[in-house]
């Protein structure tokens, strides 16, 4: 009983900064990494970022240098910084926690449960 809460969405300027929380409802002995997918309407879930057990970390080439992955064990929490936002970065923002070590973080598939989701908006 995996249960994951988004929070930290809302709106902001181009060039503004928002974090993102994503915060396991217990103990996630399990989970192997965790990441943040993002989707537009009408569009499948586009990765953005994701962190393994290990601490190591991976990011899409449209965030890289701006947003960051991190993780609060004690906390059971994973954290999206962005910064320098831009309105491309628009969407609907997803947390997910994968409990396979072998497959591809960057593909939705690879992930068992998600957060509810947050809108993030960046105004021109």
């Known amino acids: 009983q995996i249960q994951l809460v988004q929070s930290g969405g809302g709106l902001v300027q181009a060039g503004g900064s928002l974090r993102l929380s994503c915060a396991a409802s217990g103990r996630m002995f399990s989970t192997i990494a965790m990441g943040w997918f993002r989707q537009r309407p009408g569009t499948g879930r586009e990765f953005v970022s994701a962190i393994r057990w290990s601490k190591d970390t991976y990011y899409a080439e449209s965030v890289k240098g701006r947003f960051t992955i991190s993780t609060d064990n004690a906390k059971n929490t994973v954290y999206l910084q962005m910064n320098n936002l831009n309105p491309e970065d628009t969407a609907t923002y997803y947390c997910?926690?994968?409990?396979?070590?072998?497959?591809?973080?960057?593909?939705?598939?690879?992930?068992?449960?998600w957060g509810q989701g947050t809108q993030v908006t960046v105004s021109p």
């Open positions: 997910g926690g994968s409990l396979d070590a072998e497959v591809d973080l960057e593909l939705p598939g690879a992930y068992d449960y």
